[in-house]
């Protein structure tokens, strides 16, 4: 069209302004030869005689597709009216010994900081991506929980213990919804959906709420890079329940033996359900009196923009997430409000450094002892360690969208954008933009949560990585 320029940024320069953002948030993007040589060392430890040979359970992984960091490995029978689950975790504590190198850089980190273009793991890849990652077809350490559910999806038991298993299969989410989307779907993947839909009916039970946001991506698209939106399929929901499942028995086990680490969230305040509630009838979404919280929420149809505003309401009524570790008298919140239960992080122990002491815990109470020293004197520095690193992560993504829209946008100023307004403070705007996939703000009054608006892009600047909308 004559008299408009295209201008489509290049993956170098996004790549340039990954590596920036890196290096202003002290990303460290290698660990120095000393941490390397231990990661080495650590990748050749024997497994030892003491653990359980379980590599006859046919476990597999899901996970999206590429990935090489795999945490978790799954087995689902059925077993009487109910089911049998083997949940393997890598077992990373037989690699990293305490308050060594590994130890160290790993506490320095605290989480996996994952970049567009690559990620920074929280140990080195010779373990997180090698040799203390469940991949498919090798023998490995793992932290194996057996849970026997009801045909509800009721946990009646659950042990934990050391073993040694082997992955069948790395599968891909998508890989598994196109199997289940088909005319003869895997016996395993059609355990996980029944497993998955119980335990998600036991979730609201327990008054749990799950929020399904979309998710606003950085991702790799013909040689450089684009924004999306993804929801999730329904097959990451069904395997997050196992993850959470596992969460649960392990914080049953440290509440009941009095230590442990714990993730708390306070359940939403009177005044903000009356809020909420407020701001659903104010957009024509029913939200009755004697209708619970969690009730209202899986109710909400993400695919509708108004109730994709109101989806993102509801997860500011979450607010003060946190770590909670004790030994003896229990800390005064020990729940997780928007899990519905007490709840402990145990299955990430690659990407999240909390895990490895959280799965020394319920080792240790299983076989009905005290948690090893080095474990109890990190119960009080961890919850700081994890805050301080979940503050990171948070900071470090958004600014790597940040600059992703701005680059995006650096040529376009002047045009006009259908925009759906997600939230509303006072006279400053919450805007979302579908295509490009695009979260903003504008100062801007007569604006009401959920209304279609146009908004005009009159400024974009990667340097700053800052855009500027007004209503068209």
């Not at 023998?139 to 946990?155: I, K, S, Y």
């Not at 088909?182 to 749990?208: C, F, S, W």
């Not at 969230?265 to 009177?270: A, D, I, N, R, T």
């Not at 959280?358 to 919850?383: C, F, G, H, T, Y």
Request: glycine share 6%; proline share 6%; with cysteine.
């Amino acid at each position: 069209m004559p008299g408009i320029h295209f201008y489509f940024p290049t993956e170098r320069e996004f790549v340039r302004g990954f590596q920036r953002i890196r290096e202003e948030h002290e990303v460290a993007t290698d660990f120095g030869h000393d941490v390397e040589e231990a990661a080495r060392a650590a990748a050749t430890a024997p497994l030892g005689a003491d653990r359980r040979d379980m590599r006859a359970v046919p476990l597999v992984s899901i996970d999206p597709a590429g990935s090489r960091d795999l945490d978790q490995a799954f087995h689902a029978a059925r077993s009487g009216d109910g089911y049998r689950v083997h949940y393997a975790i890598a077992d990373v504590a037989h690699f990293v010994e305490p308050n060594g190198l590994l130890d160290d850089a790993a506490r320095s980190r605290g989480v996996t900081f994952y970049a567009p273009d690559e990620k920074e793991p929280l140990h080195p890849d010779r373990l997180n991506e090698d040799a203390a990652s469940l991949l498919p077809g090798e023998d490995r350490p793992a932290v194996v929980w057996t849970h026997d559910l009801d045909a509800h999806g009721t946990l009646l038991d659950t042990r934990v213990e050391r073993a040694v298993v082997r992955n069948r299969r790395a599968f891909s989410y998508e890989d598994v919804d196109a199997d289940l989307r088909g005319e003869r779907p895997h016996d395993r993947n059609v355990l996980l959906r029944e497993i998955g839909i119980a335990r998600q009916k036991q979730e609201a039970t327990r008054g749990g709420a799950s929020l399904r946001l979309p998710a606003q991506e950085v991702v790799p698209a013909d040689g450089s890079y684009t924004l999306a939106f993804r929801e999730s399929l329904p097959v990451e929901n069904w395997n997050a329940q196992l993850s959470l499942l596992t969460g649960i028995a392990a914080a049953t086990m440290m509440i009941d033996g009095k230590v442990g680490l714990l993730r708390t969230l306070p359940k939403p305040s009177k005044k903000t359900i009356g809020w909420l509630r407020r701001c659903s009838r104010a957009m024509g979404v029913p939200y009755p009196d004697d209708l619970a919280y969690p009730d209202w929420v899986r109710r909400l149809d993400t695919s509708m923009p108004e109730q994709a505003a109101l989806m993102t309401q509801a997860a500011r009524a979450f607010r003060g997430a946190g770590y909670a570790g004790f030994d003896g008298e229990l800390p005064e919140e020990t729940s997780h409000g928007a899990i519905g239960a007490d709840y402990a992080h145990v299955t990430a122990p690659l990407r999240r450094l909390i895990d490895r002491f959280a799965n020394e815990i319920v080792l240790a109470l299983s076989a009905d002892k005290r948690p090893q020293q080095w474990v109890l004197s990190a119960l009080e520095s961890i919850p700081d360690t994890m805050v301080e690193a979940s503050r990171r992560e948070r900071a470090f993504e958004r600014a790597m969208v940040d600059f992703a829209e701005s680059l995006t946008l650096a040529h376009r100023v002047g045009e006009v954008y259908p925009a759906i307004a997600t939230d509303v403070d006072d006279d400053t705007v919450t805007l979302q933009i579908r295509n490009p996939a695009i979260v903003a703000r504008l100062e801007a009054s007569g604006v009401g949560l959920g209304d279609d608006i146009e908004v005009r892009l009159t400024a974009a600047d990667p340097s700053q990585r800052t855009v500027t909308f007004e209503l068209a």
